[in-house]
C-alpha cells in the first residue's frame, strides 16, 4: 500500500525568503510520480510539480523545486523567494505509473507567509 | 476549454436522502476519480475509473457509488446520506497515471448533511 506523511501540519516563512515542506511516501514500487498541489483559501486544487521516480534531476517550476531523495523516500518541495500569494495549504501526493486515476494525498501542510 | 467541471457546488441534503454529485471533463482524459476533504485529513479517494465502463474502489468507498458510461461524465452517488458524509467532494482527471501536467481537479462539491 502507499502512503505519503507530511508531518508539519503548519508553517510559517517570512516574505523573500525560502520555506522547505516535508514529504515522505511509503511504496513497494519502483515506477511512481510524486506530485505537489496548492490549494488557497478559495479552495480550488492548483497543480505545482511533479516528480517521476526514475527522473534523475530534481523538478524545478519557477519558484518551485522539488528535493527528490529517493533512498530516502522523501520528496520535500521548496518555495524560493516566498510571496504573500503562497499562504495556502500544500499537498504532498503520488501515483503509481500503472494505476492512472489513483492519487494518493498526504495530510497537507498550512503554510503562512509573514510581510 | 472548460477542463473538469462539478456541480452543484453546495448542497445541504437530510439524512437518508440521495443524491448525486455530477462530474464532467472535456479533455479526453481516461482516468477520472473522486476524492473527499476532510479537515485535517488530506483528500482521500473515494473511487476512481480507468475508462469508460471500469470503475474501482478506492481508499474510503462505502456509502458511494460510481458508473462511467461514457469518457466525458463520472457521477459519484449518495444512496442514503448520512452526517458522516459531510464534505468537500472533489472530481480530477488525468491523460495518463498524472505525469508532468498533473491530475486537473474540478472546483468542489460543499456537501452538508443534517
Known amino acids: ?115 | 476549454n472548460a477542463g473538469v467541471t462539478q456541480t452543484p457546488k453546495f448542497q445541504v441534503l437530510k439524512t437518508g436522502q440521495s443524491m448525486t454529485l455530477q462530474c464532467a471533463q472535456d479533455m479526453n482524459h481516461e482516468y477520472m476519480s473522486w476524492y473527499r476533504q476532510d479537515p485535517g485529513m488530506g483528500l482521500r479517494l473515494i473511487h476512481y475509473s480507468v475508462g469508460a465502463g471500469i470503475t474501482d474502489q478506492g481508499e474510503v468507498p462505502n456509502g458511494y457509488n460510481v458508473s462511467r458510461s461514457t469518457t466525458e461524465d463520472f457521477p459519484l452517488r449518495l444512496l442514503s446520506a448520512a452526517p458522516s458524509q459531510t464534505s468537500v467532494y472533489f472530481c480530477a482527471s488525468s491523460y495518463d497515471f498524472g505525469g508532468n501536467t498533473g491530475y486537473t481537479f474540478g472546483s468542489g462539491t460543499r456537501l452538508t448533511v443534517v
Open chain 1, 1 to 115: 500500500a502507499q502512503k505519503i506523511t507530511q508531518t508539519q501540519p503548519g508553517m510559517f516563512v517570512q516574505e523573500k525568503e525560502a520555506v522547505t515542506l516535508d514529504c515522505t511516501y511509503d511504496t513497494s514500487d519502483q515506477s511512481y510520480g510524486l506530485f505537489w498541489y496548492k490549494q488557497p483559501s478559495s479552495g480550488e486544487m492548483i497543480f505545482l510539480i511533479y516528480q517521476g521516480s526514475y527522473d534523475e534531476q530534481n523538478a524545478t517550476e519557477g519558484r518551485y523545486s522539488l528535493n527528490f531523495q529517493k533512498a530516502r523516500k522523501s520528496a520535500n518541495l521548496v518555495i524560493s523567494a516566498s510571496q504573500l500569494g503562497d499562504s495556502a495549504m500544500y499537498f504532498c501526493a503520488m501515483s503509481r505509473y500503472n494505476q492512472g486515476g489513483k492519487l494518493i494525498f498526504g495530510q497537507g501542510t498550512e503554510l503562512s507567509v509573514k510581510p
